[in-house]
């Protein structure tokens, strides 16, 4: 049956009134939601190998802000999907809620590192890694203004969707640091090439003839 122009629009108008996740962004939330269930499990077992690195005395606060900042990326995630996969609800709201909730972990998270800083001086200066959860989180809470504001445009929808990805890399990279596993950047191995080049410019200096 042929439709015509009226009852297109009509169509076209009764869609914009749906829900602002699409079937393409459903099926998204449906798999990322069981990520971030399977990665929160797998970050309670880092968490039970990392134990002491966790739980001593003297254990430094950075690790336990890492696994902490680790849980909220996945729990934000996972919160955000399975939200979005209510019929009806709009994403924003689970979106910018969170977000705001990520914010206050940053706080208690850089207090508890000040509170730290005389008897481990160190751990301020590793918290550069909350700087990528403060970007994450802001963007995540401005896409949510948005998509509460403008509820029927699908595009701060599918940006929330890619903030989901950017939560899923930020817990992986924090529960692999949780570890202890090696860390291979740039800088770092550029600084070591050149020491070991200085290293073995003093030492031909001091093995050459007078």
Known sequence: MRLG??????????????RVTSTDLHSFFA???????????????????AQDRLTAENAAQA????????????????????FALVPGDNVGWPGFIMAVLGVVFLVASLLSLLRVRKAQPGELRDAAFLVGLAGTFGTQGTFGLMAILHPHDAGDAQAIAT?????????????????????IGLRRELRAIVHEHGQEGSEGSADAPV
């Open 5 to 18: 122009p009226g009852a297109i629009r009509e169509r076209g108008r009764q869609a914009a009134a749906g």
């Open 63 to 82: 690790h336990r802000v890492r696994a902490a900042a680790a849980l909220t990326a996945f729990i934000n995630a996972l919160t955000v999907s399975l």
């Open 163 to 183: 903030i989901v990805i950017v939560c899923f890399l930020l817990g992986i990279a924090r529960s692999w640091e949780l570890i202890g596993g090696p860390s």
């Open 31 to 49: 798999a990322s939601a069981s990520v971030a269930g399977a990665l929160i499990g797998l970050l309670f077992v880092a968490i039970s190998v």
